[in-house]
């Protein structure tokens, strides 16, 4: 066990988290100490794996059932920045509500945890066992406003859903278990026999399970109920983290053992993209509730993504990686704005509550602005260059089926988009909002819109870093 | 010539744009913001014109090129001109300042915002024109949508917001479909730089799908019929700087690229698809006439005539005749002056009286005689009169469809006709007759920064039709070798 400081991020965080579980029942009121020691602990987490993690060779650990590499050690990274930047904004509302406690920080923790194991995972059981332990994590903290009927529903649903397609994916598990004799990844490879069908059905399973954990149609019903009821900065982590860790698994559960099966996934994965990127486009339209629209564009925006990895290159896979990353800054602009719709200790999320922001709030609704034409995929900003990457990889595999129907479903996604920005712009302008915003609510606003707005003067930055994400 | 004079024009209204929002807007310093932006746009207007007498008219090679890295290994930021950019060009940097001075009387509140959007805009089109590469085309081609979806649907009229879905929505559609063709020229050819592909062509295969694919994005800026419905609600909805803009330069971008790219580089696709852009032309320059003849609202009957004159412009591109596609470029310019003359006239009545509907005027002539003169001059433009530059446009198109298909031209003539008949009656209509409308009494004549707009649009419009040599001369080799290299190219195949 040489190679033992290369999961060192995942021990240190554990021994954390349980530090700070014993310190805030041993100490009253600890938690805004909790809280800092937490953004303390995911910072010096990310150093630790960028200056150990990033860059070397691709290694496993504990027989091949864990992996660090350039993946791994990449989507770790934008992880625990993501898990950072919605506990530095989330403290306003939680107090808000009155639920500034300290297990929201050591809930997130958890879940961050889980998704590390996930990402660096090389095997079906360490797999599993990541994947569980965030979602504990996230059925606790999806119903973290309990005084509210929502927010418990939201809960519930989602431990009821999400169980459900945990169950498919172990029964998955289990097939590819039973037809291949091992749970490495690396095994499953060597003993691929493509006339299994019962190994065909394992793939379909663990994909079902899979989508449903990034809300691909048609396994999405959970995403727009769970979305709303939950607590907003909650739900900007829904949207954002949960997300990039399926997303790798995605990505090693398909191109490391099934790569060879690509025929029989490929289909899935087109099908999987374009019902999202279509249903996501068009069921927003008719949304009042900003929540709600945002989970069916998150719908929309994980087609993008998916139509990358249905690609089976290299290329493909970086643009998907891109994407979800630009996605994240643009989520994070858009939720910073959503936590800024505060009057008289009240947030306010529906679409009519922006109604004439461009007059009260002028900054506020530009860096909104920015942000929409950004998700609707409008050049020069950076939601463009995500599409124009996935777009590209695409093509570049002749699946221009795939490619006309992406590119006219941003068409409808610009209306709903548009939509918003005709309501901040063109209506009639309402109360102000409260201005006493945290100074790092500012920042986070700030910051992503400042990005996506000068994406364009430095596109190759992103490119050169992901770029030495090499799977296959 | 090491100095980045075309990225400097790119950037120096955006430069402009960022000034204008750290200053802070308020009634007394309205005038300050104004005045940084005429500066800004001023400059970029002299050093257009610098960049127009440095122009080396004898070649059609491509001049002051800069060629950088972008994305690396993917997309260069390439931008030139040559001989036909660089009147498109200068047409933006003209009119941009023309609107701006234009704002005084139209646009209320929110000043510095539409200011920063048609400074943003100006960026926007000059990019347009002077791109290199075909995703930097793209770029700057889809951006202008941002700043024009906010200058309909903040200062626009009424019916705003519909009109400004609807440009956003269709243009959109329309230009998806190009990208598509981008990203596939990028894997056919291994490259989307304009002059390697020149060079290199594109495998006759692939021809038709992709010049269909760019065909849609053109098609609907320009606007051709039947996908040009967006654009009376456009311009209608538009405050009168916006209609201008629109008029002057956003559909002029279509134009440019059916030249640039259909013609450039799918020379045999154009030659395959060339009825259907003269029987799209032909309906457009007949059908949109007698539309043009019913309309009761002012603005729209000047959308609909642009629809007419662009589709003269689209025939004589097609034509691929070397009379025809000068006379296009000639009547783009054209055009560009005096219909965006034209909205402002209206603009001018409008702000009098605040009603654009043809019954509410008659009988003015003797109230604003100054404005009636001007308006007389623009009406006689775009109808064609001989010694305006609306003439040479339209004539040497005709002559251009004569050699070409003997048919077309006749029928296209027919258009100028009715063309002749809707501008002169709306003009019977506003300016002349009874004055029924007694509150007309009220009107006053041309201020002095209208006359000035006015006066600055209708000297190019006689200028050009008396002596069009400056035009011809700096467009003449672009024309002559890109004609020449299409018929290599459609014999070849």
Known sequence: MSNLELVFPEIFLSLSIMFLLILGVFKKNSSKLIQNLSLIILLIIAVITFNETLGIEETLLFNGSIIIDYLSSFMKIVTLLAAFLVLIISSNYLRTFKIFKIEYQILILSSVLGMMIMISSNDLIVFYMGLELQSLALYVLATFNRDQLKSSEAGLKYFV??????????????????FTGSTNFNLIATQLNSNEYALTFGIVFILVGLAFKISAVPFHMWAPDVYEGSPTPVTLFFTMVPKVAALTVFIRFLYVPFLNLIDQWQMILVF????????????????TNLKRLIAYSSISHIGYSLAGLATGSNEGIQSSIIYITIYILMNLGFFSCLLMMKRNNEYHENIEDLSGLSKN???LSLSLLVILFSLAGIPPLAGFFAKFYIFKSVIEQSMYFLAIVGLLSTVVAAFYYLRIIKIMYFDKEKEKYDTDHSLWLKFSLTASTLLILIYFVFPSQLIKVVSKINII | MNFPILSSLILLPSIGALFLFFTKSNKENNITVKYVALFTSLVNFFLSIYLWILFDQSTSEFQFIEDRIWIESLINYKVGIDGISILFIILTTFITPLCIISVNNSIKNRLSEFLIAVLIMESFMIGVFCSLDLVVFYLFFEAGLIPMFLIIGIWGGTRRVYSAFKFFLFTLLGSVLMLVAIISIYWISGTTDVVKLYELGIDAKYQNLLWLAFFSSFAVKTPMWPVHTWLPDAHVEAPTAGSVLLAAILLKMAGYGFIR?????????????????YILSVVAIIFTSFIALMQEDMKKLIAYSSVAHMGFVTLGIFTIQQQGIEGSIIQMISHGLV?????????VVYDRMHSRLISTYGGIVNIIPKYSVLFMLFTLAALGLPGTSGFVGEFLILMGAFKDNFLVAVIAS??????AAYMLWLYKRVVFGKLVNLDLKEMVDLNKSELFILTCLAIPTLFFGFYPEPLINTIEVSISDLISAYNINVVDN
């Not at chain 1, 459900?164 to 278990?177: K, M, P």
């Not at chain 1, 990127?277 to 008719?286: E, Q, R």
């Open chain 2, 261 to 277: 790219f259909s013609l450039g580089l799918f020379p045999i696709a154009s030659e395959i698809f060339t009825p259907l852009i």
């Open chain 1, 272 to 287: 999987l993209s374009i019902a999202s990127m279509l249903f996501g486009a068009i069921a927003a339209i008719g949304q």
């Open chain 1, 161 to 178: 859903l999400s169980a459900l397609s945990s169950g498919l994916l172990l029964y998955g598990c289990s097939l590819i278990y039973g």
């Open chain 2, 339 to 347: 219909s965006a003359a034209l909205f402002l006239c209206v603009g």
């Open chain 2, 414 to 419: 027919l258009g100028v006709i009715i063309g």
């Open chain 1, 361 to 363: 709030h002028p900054l």
